[in-house]
C-alpha cells in the first residue's frame, strides 16, 4: 500500500512533494467508476488455492503470495533464487507481525481526489500483473492529470525484485521527463 500512502501524502502535502513514480500503486479509498474486470483461468485457480490453503498454513499462504505478487498469477514459479527467497521472507515478517489492512485509515480521499494531483506522476506495473492491479493502474492513469503509464516488461507486481534494472531505467525516465 506505499503508492496508497504516497498519493495521500502528495494530496495532503502537495508543496512538499515534487513528483510521484508509483508502482502497481493501491489507493486509499474506492475510485469512482472503478469495475473490477473478469478474473482469468490463473486467477481463478490462485484464489480457489488462497481459500483452501488454511489461515494457519503460513508457508502455503507464503507460496501463493510469492505467485501472485512476485511471478504473476499465469506465470507461477517464474522468479526463483534470491530474489524469491527475499520475497518469501519480507512476506514472512509481514505474516509474522501483521500488517495494516487498509491504507485508507488516514482519512483522505486520496480515489476520489487523483485530479488534485498536479505534480508529475508516473504510474509503473509489471506487463505480468493481475487484472485487477492493471485495471487500477489503467484508471490512476486516466483520472490523474498527465500522467505518464509505463509498462514493464516481463515483470509482475514486485519489479525492484526481479527486474531492477528495467525498474531504474523507466524511473530514470520519469525523471527526465518531468525535468524537461
Known amino acids: 500500500m506505499g503508492g496508497a500512502l504516497?498519493?495521500?501524502?502528495?494530496l495532503e502535502a502537495p508543496d512538499r512533494v515534487a513528483g510521484l513514480f508509483l508502482i502497481g500503486p493501491g489507493v486509499s479509498s474506492e475510485v469512482p467508476g472503478?469495475?473490477?474486470p473478469p478474473t482469468t483461468e490463473a486467477e481463478?485457480?490462485?484464489e480457489a488455492a488462497w481459500k483452501a490453503a488454511g489461515e494457519d498454513d503460513v508457508d502455503?499462504?507464503?507460496r501463493l503470495d510469492a505467485w501472485l505478487w512476485l511471478d504473476g498469477p499465469e506465470h507461477e514459479g517464474r522468479v526463483g533464487g534470491a530474489a524469491r527467497e527475499l520475497a518469501l521472507d519480507m512476506n514472512r515478517r509481514i505474516f509474522e507481525h501483521g500488517a495494516p489492512d487498509e491504507a485508507g485509515e488516514n482519512g483522505v480521499d486520496g480515489g476520489g481526489r487523483l485530479g488534485e494531483l498536479a505534480m508529475p506522476v508516473t504510474v509503473a506495473w509489471g506487463e505480468l500483473e493481475n487484472s485487477e492491479q492493471v485495471a487500477i493502474c489503467e484508471l490512476l492513469v486516466e483520472r490523474i492529470p498527465g500522467a505518464r503509464r509505463?509498462?514493464?516488461?516481463g515483470t509482475a507486481h514486485l519489479p525492484s525484485l526481479d527486474a531492477p534494472d528495467?525498474?531504474?531505467a523507466a524511473i530514470a525516465g520519469a525523471r527526465a521527463a518531468a525535468s524537461a
Do not use: C, G, S
Open 6 to 10: 504516497a498519493i495521500d501524502a502528495a
Open 34 to 36: 472503478f469495475e473490477e
Open 44 to 46: 481463478q485457480r490462485w
Open 60 to 62: 502455503e499462504r507464503l
Open 150 to 153: 509505463v509498462v514493464l516488461p
Open 166 to 168: 528495467a525498474l531504474l
